[in-house]
């Protein structure tokens, strides 16, 4: 890796495969995003690694792909298999499977909250919490980042949707993008 502050070349951490199973300590070190973070050894400063990751997770039959690279689902029936297109992505998939969420139904939240707000902003999962299983998501304006809480009951409403627009499910089979661009084609405008 180099170093984009000072120019220092050093060797990153191999994270090309990160299998939960084999080291379930690794989940909130994803999660938290520390697990791509590295310090290089001259300057002191902080980078995010951006090589190809890919994290499995054989319990929840999950399987998330950061890769420019061309990849099959071909032999992972029965897993979810999703292609992301940053760490940052990555991070907000594993978390929204770690809740227990359905990433389509998710991102129909996103979209449909993003419409509402009449901004043109990409919404992230953060978390889901309270007593109502409220979720939170984020968006950056003006320079920071801003909260969203949105109830339970409205990505209740998208699951409902979900369930009854089977196109939807027919087209996140394989290694897909699942995003608010995805959701975006489904939705007539």
Same mark, same amino acid.
């Given at each position: 890796?180099?170093?984009?502050?000072?120019?220092?070349?050093?060797?990153?951490?191999?994270?090309?495969?990160?299998?939960?199973? +084999?080291?379930?300590?690794?989940?909130?070190?994803?999660?938290?995003?520390?697990?791509?973070?590295?310090?290089?050894?001259?300057?002191?400063?902080?980078?995010?690694?951006?090589?190809?990751?890919?994290?499995?997770?054989?319990?929840?039959?999950?399987?998330?792909?950061?890769?420019?690279?061309?990849?099959?689902?071909?032999?992972?029936?029965?897993?979810?298999?999703?292609?992301?297109?940053?760490?940052?992505?990555?991070?907000? +998939?594993?978390?929204?499977?770690?809740?227990?969420?359905?990433?389509?139904? $998710?991102? $129909?939240?996103?979209?449909?909250?993003?419409?509402?707000?009449?901004?043109?902003?990409?919404?992230?999962?953060?978390?889901?919490?309270?007593?109502?299983?409220?979720?939170?998501?984020?968006?950056?304006?003006?320079?920071?980042?801003?909260?969203?809480?949105?109830?339970?009951?409205?990505?209740?409403?998208?699951?409902?949707?979900?369930?009854?627009?089977?196109?939807?499910?027919?087209?996140?089979?394989?290694?897909?993008?699942?995003?608010?661009?995805?959701?975006?084609?489904?939705?007539?405008?």
């Amino acid at each position: 890796m180099i170093c984009p502050k000072c120019g220092a070349e050093f060797a990153a951490p191999d994270l090309r495969s990160i299998n939960i199973a +084999k080291d379930p300590s690794l989940k909130d070190r994803v999660k938290d995003g520390s697990l791509f973070m590295v310090k290089c050894p001259r300057c002191g400063s902080d980078s995010l690694v951006q090589e190809p990751v890919l994290y499995h997770d054989p319990s929840q039959r999950l399987l998330i792909a950061y890769t420019s690279a061309g990849l099959s689902s071909d032999g992972l029936e029965g897993y979810t298999c999703r292609l992301v297109g940053s760490i940052g992505e990555l991070i907000e +998939k594993v978390k929204v499977f770690d809740a227990g969420l359905d990433d389509i139904a $998710l991102e $129909l939240l996103k979209y449909v909250t993003a419409q509402e707000l009449k901004k043109d902003v990409a919404l992230k999962f953060l978390k889901m919490d309270g007593a109502d299983g409220e979720i939170t998501l984020t968006y950056p304006e003006k320079g920071e980042m801003q909260m969203l809480v949105v109830g339970y009951n409205v990505y209740s409403d998208c699951v409902g949707i979900v369930e009854r627009n089977p196109v939807l499910r027919e087209h996140s089979s394989g290694l897909v993008s699942i995003d608010q661009s995805w959701v975006s084609q489904f939705i007539a405008g």
